[in-house]
């Protein structure tokens, strides 16, 4: 075998009519490029900042659940102040005062 590659023929011209829509095909694809890459990098970042948002979001308040002797569910963090609860300052008193009354009557009965 003979240890030198075999050469195609390969007939090079130059042709002008060629050069200009060569070059304006490159230009596009650079273009193109550089769309391509600056999209992947915006990409990116919005992941990159939503993800911070939501751990930055979620470590705003250790929450914990806790149900009451009136069976509401209130949102608690980690200091013990009500976040969210299910009722209205007048209906806290209103269920209190019924409590009390119930306390009163079960008093009442026993004696």
């Known amino acids: 075998m003979d240890k030198q590659k075999e050469k195609l023929p390969v007939k090079m011209e130059y ?13 596009h694809m650079a273009r193109h490029n550089r769309l391509l ?10 992941v990159v900042i939503v993800t911070l948002a939501f751990v930055w979001l979620w470590n ?22 009500v976040v969210s609860s299910d009722l209205d300052p ?11 009354r119930g306390k009163n009557q079960k008093d009442q009965n026993q004696n």
């Open 15 to 27: 042709n002008e009519m060629q050069t200009i829509p060569l070059a304006l095909h490159e230009m």
């Open 37 to 46: 890459r600056w999209l992947c990098i915006a990409w990116a970042a919005s």
């Open 60 to 81: 705003q308040y250790d929450y914990e659940s806790s149900t009451e002797l009136s069976g509401v569910y209130n949102l608690v963090d980690s200091e013990g102040n």
């Open 90 to 100: 007048e209906d806290v008193i209103r269920i209190m005062q019924e409590l009390e």
